[in-house]
């Protein structure tokens, strides 16, 4: 009986700890991917809606479609990043998975 009790305190605190890592996560993420963000900003604006040497990136979840012409998706906006387009460069070798990530939970907040 003892055995089950504490089993199921730690499934408990253990379910709780995920649940709280979980919704906070996105945020934790967003505010890490200021750092990678760092990089993209001596092409593209995030702050306001200026064209640089590329587009601004300000409210690139909110909009309709890319300047390429394809709909404002995550799976769209990370080929564009990984693969690059246009004269922008691939940085498939450049950023890892992670540091992708974490580019795109910042660029959904902005």
């Known amino acids: 009986m003892t055995r089950v009790i504490v089993l199921s305190i730690f499934i408990f605190l253990?379910?709780?700890?995920?649940?709280?890592?979980?919704?906070?996560?996105k945020r934790e993420d967003a505010?890490?991917?200021?750092d990678v963000i760092a990089q993209c900003t001596g092409c593209h604006n995030i702050d306001n809606d200026?064209?640089?040497?590329?587009p601004s990136?300000?409210?690139?979840?909110?909009?309709?479609?890319?300047?390429?012409?394809?709909?404002a998706t995550e799976a769209n906006i990370r080929l564009?990043?990984?693969?690059?387009?246009?004269?922008?460069?691939?940085?498939?070798?450049i950023l890892s998975t992670d540091q992708l990530?974490?580019?795109?939970?910042?660029?959904k907040r902005h």
């Open 101 to 107: 990530d974490l580019l795109l939970a910042f660029l």
């Open 80 to 93: 564009v990043i990984t693969r690059g387009r246009g004269g922008m460069p691939a940085y498939e070798n």
């Open 14 to 25: 253990l379910g709780a700890h995920s649940a709280q890592s979980q919704g906070t996560g």
């Open 50 to 54: 200026e064209k640089k040497v590329g």
């Open 31 to 34: 505010s890490r991917g200021k």
């Open 57 to 71: 990136l300000k409210g690139l979840f909110k909009r309709q479609k890319l300047l390429n012409g394809s709909l």
